[in-house]
């Protein structure tokens, strides 16, 4: 937002800020929680096929790789439209994505699996896609759970370096949508391709922005590197 | 034992199982939504879930054409009921070819109608590590084997599926080894009773999803080797290339026998999800049973031969 002209152009740009920023995060809500209705909604219509559970697992699972795409889209968003607001939405983009991947995770154990511990064990420990699937979601419960406030202050430059994970994370998920089809890859492509611009992004601000002086007080946005 | 014969004159089974009964379960299904989490506890209770009494009560018309592999009609499970309504199927040519004295391309009537329909209820277990029990309507492939009088030399027999993409909408995945879609069987494999031609379902003509007009359902083996809407038939020396075993080797091997001590390299095939219309599942877990539970009459067919290696 940027008028001119006003004497209160500070707190006024805050304001059409954290109005856009409200406005995507009611969108990331109802997005987020929106596949989970419609599935219940059609489980007890009946309308999720013959199996549901399939459908469940497939489509929970599909949310989940949007939501860390999305998770991962934030920062190289934010620096190529320089607009820096946009780093509010990503826990939350976060979070959903861990939530997504629960459910999937869950409808796998529950509904297909009904919690036989044995044959879950052999799956994760055997099956390399469930064993990519699954080591990408534990990769996910550490940074759920210090996605707090209280947590980024307490772990500091350590937050940074731990929630890196989530690009480990991200890869094995994608991996493991690869090695889960039988026959057409193109999804599972289009996810690794979208990974590899994300991380490219990445890369190139890296090296372009070696040189440059650190900015100081933006929280979540500082570059770190071991000292 | 689960086969069961009857003969052309006897009543189809379209009448003893009718089709309303299906329609009763969804809407029940419908109706139990408010009460969902009610039902969740009471069947967990319930050690085995049985909600149709009989362990191997036929599946629904419904079920059986709405859960189909059938990639040229799409790859999700719903399409092929939904696509395949453009599969023309009349008139219908099978050509027969290879190592045989009578090769030819025959009508589809003059191939069926020397044979004698029979309805029989199988098993039918998908690579997947889901199942149902279909009753088909057809006659034994031996029938037509013999009738077509491979040479001695002849040891396989490979069939195609109808390959159009005027009828067929798949446009993104093509098979590695190309359409159309490659079975085959050895020759005794095909000339076996259980193995069948089959034409109909539930007494009535064969939907397209299914495989219309013409497939091959072998209940032993998972069921994309029962190849659907064949077109040709070809007798040949040498095991024949086909579709999934070329497709990723290190997953499916032509002979393809349900086995419950051979794992799938991404997923077990100990145990299978029998879909049996559970209001809260749609299915229960059941063990898979070596030759889909037809050892008896076809464990012979493999003896001294390594199932785990030729898979």
Known sequence: MTRSGTGKRPPRRASGARRRVLLLKTAIWLTGLGPVVWLTVGFFRGTLGVLPVDTIILVEGRWTLVFLLATLAVTPVRRVTGWNPIIQVRRLLGLFA??????????????????????????????????????????????????????????????????????????????????????????????ALTLAILFAARLAYRRRGRGRPRRKGQKGAVRTRPP | MIVRTRKNSDIPSSEITPESAY??????????????????????????????????????????????????????????????HTLVTKPWTVKVDGLCKKPGDYQLEDFIKPSTIEDRVYRFRCVEAWSMVIPWRGFPLADVINRAEPD?????????????????????????????????????????????????????????????PLRVIVPWKYGFKSIKSIVRMTFTEEEPPTTWATQTPGEYGFYSNVNPDVSHPRWSQATEKRIDGDKFFGYRRTDTQFLNGYADEVAHLYEGMDLQKHF
């Open chain 1, 98 to 191: 861990f939530f997504h991947a629960c459910v999937h995770f869950l409808a796998y154990a529950g509904i297909d699996q009904l919690f036989a511990i044995g044959y879950i064990v052999e799956d994760v420990l055997d099956r390399r896609y469930i064993t990519a699937g699954f080591a990408a979601l534990v990769l996910l419960v550490p940074l759920a759970a210090t996605s707090t406030r209280g947590w980024i202050r307490r772990l500091g430059k350590r937050w940074l370096r731990l929630h890196r994970l989530v690009y480990v994370s991200a890869s094995l998920a994608v991996l493991h949508f690869y090695w889960k089809v039988r026959a057409d890859t193109f999804w599972p492509l289009v996810a």
């Open chain 2, 152 to 212: 001695p030399s002849a040891r396989y027999v490979a069939f195609a599926t109808l390959w159009n993409p005027d009828q067929m909408p798949e446009r993104r995945w093509k098979p590695r080894i190309g359409w159309p879609y490659r079975e085959g069987l050895r020759l005794d494999e095909a000339m076996h009773p259980l193995s069948l031609l089959v034409n109909g379902l539930y007494g009535k003509e064969l939907p397209n999803q299914n495989g219309a």
């Open chain 2, 23 to 84: 329609l009763d379960r969804r809407r029940f299904l419908g109706a139990s939504a408010g009460i969902g989490a009610a039902a969740f506890l009471t069947r967990n209770a319930a050690a085995v879930p049985r909600s149709r009494g009989q362990d191997e009560t036929p599946n629904t018309w419904e079920e059986i054409t709405t859960h189909n592999n059938f990639y040229e009609f799409g790859l999700d499970k719903k399409d092929p009921s939904r696509n395949a």
